[in-house]
């Protein structure tokens, strides 16, 4: 390729690069439009030419072993896709954009990036190497599948920064360290595991979510480290309420030890009767219910101007209800009508307001819960 070529527009298509190039002056940038595809198959030489990639730009390794030496700067997000063996970007990855990394073979970046858009690592494995990091980009989310590795960064660590967010249902390659005020969210689009080769230090916000009628939870888990517990433990209460005697496996570490606790615990209502458990937490990573659910109650039945009122408690805080009328309290609850549907306030607490019947005969009301 004549060396004195200037910047170079991919403005739609494939431009594939094989063997050794220059792709010219490489003063001048190379352009990647919207769903235009800069390709590599395999490339003897390291390109260093300036790469942008606008918004939906995407890099294929087709084939082989490529290295790219580059700066590139991320206008939106992108997708690189890694097929062959590796492909290695050597230097930084920077701007407002965010990075999909797609493909079963290894992405490995080597510099210390600086791009502020989220990382998707949707499969493959996206390895950090020597001082190489991703600690201005947010959310790190690691699909089912897929690994991001620090196992061959100088400290075999990831370390989150001040407000970045780790999620996903994948694996951590090495260990992990969540400083005071980064998140660590298990899950993707629902509930999962996020799992960490080795040492997990917990010492930012961990966000779990507890199903009470699956009994299934988030889960923080490691392999062959172990687990530290600190700064605070947010949990959530996907439905419910638990059953009294349920228990929630929020943390395994792979070599048995737990050290440390929480400093503080957010954890959601739980309906009159019933009550969280934490003694096993910061030994087991166990979460339990203890105590028995007591229904919820029809406390109060009045008569007002617009109607009949209904008060009562006892029910799963923000959880729905419905009340069902009949004249025949015999009747199979199937075939009671729906007057009304509702949700419990924070409290578990419920009023409900309905119109006078029409017919003089007696009318019965039952409160239902799903």
Known sequence: MDPALGEIEIQEGTLAVERWTTLGDDTKPLTVFSNAVL??????NVLTKPLILRAGGRINNASGTNAFGGPIQLLGNITITVGGTWLALTNELSGPGGLNKEGGATLYLRAANSYTGPTWIRSGTLALVDNAGLSASSPLVISSGATLSVTNRWDATLTLTEGQVLAGNGLLAGHLVCSATAQVSPGEDGMGTLTVTGNAVLGGITLMAVDGQTQTADQVRTLNGGLSFGGRLVVSLRSGPPAGGTTFTLFVSGNGQYSGQFQELVLPELPTGLAWDTSRLA???????????????IDHIGRTAEGLLLLGSGGSPEGTFRVLSSGNVALPLSEWEVVYV??????GRYEVQLPWPNEPSARFYRLQIP
Do not use: C, E, N
């Open 342 to 347: 509702g949700r419990f306030d924070s409290q």
């Open 39 to 44: 390709q590599f198959y395999q490339v003897s």
């Open 283 to 297: 030994t087991a990573g166990i979460l339990a219910v203890a105590g028995t659910l007591h229904p919820p109650q």
